[in-house]
């Protein structure tokens, strides 16, 4: 208003008859402050200086009493409501942006699939695993045994990792390839290559749906009540279900059913026939070949060779997957129906941080770029996610920085194991709910 009043003096722009007339006193400050000149509202709104030069003075109408307000305060309040509004995050609303915009983030050479990197990591865990056992079966000494069986576990699991990659058509682009690595990795470590591969993509394809996920999917509350304590003891009490995966491969998740080793489980469709019958011939070759050894070596040295390590890899690999869906500190939304999209359940993906172990398995932990785009290669992951970060915002969740050893996720995997327990028969969005009576169990 003070702006129209100037132009309007210096006949720059008429004085408009929409601007409001004050109509409170003005007045004129001099240049003694204790001295002010009050105006009424007749009189000329600018004056001239009594020492003849002109002089403008904008008569600025002005509260004859100002209130009273506490500045820190009301910066203090301000500043909180502001914090808290940016705090207010709907994790299962959906998101702004689309997957064509994380995929235009991401550099092109991430992309690239190079055979003969992937190869050369084959070659490294092969040799350190083919090492390890020797370096153990010739100290053969009670020592050396649980450091060969934490090692051993490990390079097991990152073998899992590799033929995972093979699964997915990251490790190569040639089919070929990844059959036969995916094939030699995982039937060496009793994985039927081709069931789990089948599973595995059902579940990149249906990630975060209640009813169509395939693994560590919640279950409902129906379910969950008809389950007998037995089960629901094995579920949620450890260490029994970082036991899990064996179980798996043979009967499913509880609500599910079918065999990973079966052709003709509602698992695969016919096509896929075929595949599951020649990993099946090949996980049973490999056990016949553990058994044979048995009378070769003796059952003690093939347990501490083989047994032990292997049940080690089976608790990484229970660990590491649950771990990717389970246990944020803030709840992650599940869904059904038309709220499901491969976008959003993709997003409830978390990363985490195993300090050492990171490079060991292939950052495996890297998982929601992995989850979105899995033809990635592993090698490439950590680039792709730092691009892809500005677009997600607040849909990725950074992972909490581990020591060398990740034992700061064992809070996190207790504690989702004494809340995540459920979700509702009905809804759309969901978030798990607990049983207070397992809780107190347990």
């Not at 001239?48 to 002005?62: E, H, I, M, Q, R």
């Not at 056992?133 to 020592?143: F, Q, R, S, T, V």
Request: charged share 20%; with cysteine; net charge neutral.
């Amino acid at each position: 208003m003070a702006a129209g009043l100037v132009l309007s003096g210096c006949a720059v722009k008429p004085f408009t008859q929409s601007l409001a007339i004050p109509t409170q006193r003005f007045f004129h400050k001099t240049k003694n402050p204790s001295k002010i000149i009050h105006l009424d509202n007749k009189d000329q709104i600018f004056l001239s200086n009594p020492d003849g030069f002109s002089k403008w003075a904008v008569k600025v109408s002005t509260p004859l009493r100002i209130p009273s307000i506490d500045e820190q305060d009301f910066k203090t309040r301000f500043y909180k409501d502001m914090s808290k509004e940016e705090e207010e995050f709907d994790a299962g609303a959906p998101p702004p942006f689309k997957l064509a915009d994380v995929r235009a983030a991401i550099p092109k050479h991430c992309w690239v699939k190079d055979s003969w990197r992937s190869m050369s990591y084959v070659a490294r865990d092969v040799t350190i695993v083919l090492g390890l056992a020797a370096g153990a079966a010739y100290l053969n000494n009670w020592l050396v045994w649980p450091l060969y069986w934490a090692a051993q576990g490990t390079m097991f699991w990152a073998l899992f990792v590799l033929g995972h990659d093979c699964g997915h058509g990251s490790f190569s682009s040639n089919p070929k390839l990844n059959g036969v690595v995916g094939h030699i990795l995982h039937s060496s470590i009793l994985v039927p290559y081709h069931g789990w591969r089948i599973s595995h993509r059902t579940h990149h394809q249906n990630h975060g749906h209640v009813e169509n996920d395939e693994s560590w999917h919640p279950l409902s509350e129906k379910t969950f009540k008809s389950l007998d304590w037995i089960t629901r003891t094995l579920r949620f009490t450890l260490p029994f279900p970082m036991l899990a995966y064996p179980f798996y491969l043979w009967n499913r998740s509880p609500g599910k059913t079918g065999s990973h080793f079966d052709p003709s489980s509602d698992l695969f469709v016919p096509v896929e026939r075929k595949d599951v019958i020649t990993s099946t011939i090949c996980w049973t070759t490999m056990f016949a070949l553990l058994v044979g050894l048995n009378f070769v070596a003796g059952p003690m040295q093939m347990l501490k060779l083989y047994g032990i390590p292997y049940l080690i890899n089976v608790m990484w690999l229970d660990f590491v997957t649950y771990l990717h869906h389970h246990g944020h500190e803030d709840k992650l939304p599940w869904y059904r129906g038309k709220e499901w999209s491969y976008l959003r359940g993709g997003l409830t993906t978390i990363d985490r941080d195993y300090g050492w172990i990171n490079n060991i398995h292939h950052d495996i932990g890297t998982h929601v770029i992995h989850h979105l785009f899995p033809q990635i290669p592993h090698y490439h992951l950590i680039e792709a996610t730092e691009a892809a970060k500005p677009v997600l915002g607040k849909y990725y969740r950074e992972p909490n920085k581990s020591w060398a050893l990740p034992f700061h996720l064992f809070a996190e995997l207790i504690t989702s194991l004494q809340k995540d327990h459920f979700v509702s028969d009905t809804g759309d969005v969901l978030y798990y709910q607990t049983d207070p009576n397992l809780t107190h169990k347990n």
